[in-house]
């Protein structure tokens, strides 16, 4: 079987001086890609900054043979690092959104600030970076986005609060993203990784990290990003070996009369089928709530040969 390659490609990789961005980093450039290694190079709670993170992961990259530059800027200026990759390799094809910090604190005792800057190195920083890569993807009707969410998003995760928002904020933002992209070939998956980093290093033990190495998300993030997927709008979870796609799951649900017998009360009598998850549902839009109170007769667009177009 031959490998995965990504000659000619040039992936720009957020927050690549350490953890994850680095194992992707090397990987991308050992397969052929010229790569754009961004980091601010501050701590793990966002704080300083430095050229050392960046510098040392593209000399490893040399020193292997392979092409990459560096940039420090935040993600929050996005446009700048999109703009190093013109500037040094004349093209973009693969972003790998994947730049975060940790402000851990109970939500009784967080700061305007703590959210704030969640915010803005995850949602912002993500939001940029895509946006000034947008126009050359289109242009040139390729490119491949990974944007990184958290089972702290997913699914909540004491401390976190401010983490978690912006973690999930990635697989909303990649769901639309990948909506708009499909006409350009522009395809974009977020994944929830699992990783020994200095991120994790405090919060799990030593015998439990050596067993969650970065270099085993990597192979996901290259399967998803290759000119040959297909895949698009996907959420994943992966590390320490284990990789599975997760998916929104729909109750049976009940369907009652809208009009004025649809009180509380009668939410309550059908209680049972709202939460009834024994014949689930994978819905991906609006568009399937919307068909199933077509087929029930509930919308006007019901009446024979009309339909309702949704955006
Ligand atoms: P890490 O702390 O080792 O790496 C993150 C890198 O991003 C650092 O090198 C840091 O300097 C850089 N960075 C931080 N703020 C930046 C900014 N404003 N602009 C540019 N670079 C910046 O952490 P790790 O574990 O490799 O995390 C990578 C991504 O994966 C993050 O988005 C994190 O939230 C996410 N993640 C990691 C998990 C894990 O188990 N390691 C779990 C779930 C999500």
């Not at 593209?58 to 990759?85: C, F, P």
């Not at 990948?178 to 200095?198: D, T």
Request: glycine share 10%.
């Amino acid at each position: 079987m031959s490998e995965l390659r990504y000659d000619g490609q040039v992936v720009v990789v957020t927050g690549a001086g350490g953890g994850l961005g680095k194992a992707y980093a090397l990987f991308f450039a050992s397969r052929g890609a010229s790569v754009v290694v961004n980091d601010l190079g501050g701590s793990f709670k966002g704080e300083g900054q430095g050229t050392k993170a960046a510098d040392l992961v593209v000399d490893e990259i040399k020193k292997a043979g392979g092409k990459a530059v560096a940039n420090y800027d935040s993600v929050e200026h996005g446009d700048r690092i999109i703009q190093t990759a013109i500037d040094a390799f004349g093209r973009i094809d693969v972003l790998l959104n994947n730049a975060g910090i940790l402000r851990d604190i109970s939500f009784k005792n967080m700061k305007d600030d703590d959210w704030d800057l969640i915010m803005k190195v995850h949602v912002q920083g993500a939001y940029k970076c895509a946006r000034a890569a947008w126009p050359h993807f289109r242009k040139q009707k390729y490119g491949r986005v990974i944007n990184t969410a958290s089972a702290a998003g997913l699914f909540g995760s004491f401390g976190q609060c401010n983490y978690s928002a912006a973690k999930l904020a990635q697989v909303g933002f990649t769901e639309t993203l990948a909506k708009e992209g499909q006409k350009y070939n522009i395809l974009c998956n977020v994944i929830a990784p699992i990783a020994a980093s200095r991120m994790t290093a405090t919060v799990m033990p030593p015998d439990v990290l050596e067993n969650l190495k970065p270099d085993w998300v990597v192979p996901l993030v290259a399967v998803l990003v290759h000119k040959s997927n297909v895949e698009t709008g996907r959420i994943y979870e992966v590390g320490g070996g284990h990789v599975a796609k997760l998916r929104w799951q729909r109750a049976k649900g009940a369907l009652l009369k809208a009009d004025d017998s649809m009180t509380p009360g009668a939410i309550l009598a059908k209680w049972n089928d709202v939460v009834d998850f024994s014949q689930p549902e994978y819905p991906n839009g609006v568009a399937d709530m919307v068909a199933k109170l077509e087929e029930a007769g509930k919308l006007p667009s019901n009446e024979p040969g009309e339909k309702i177009e949704f955006k």
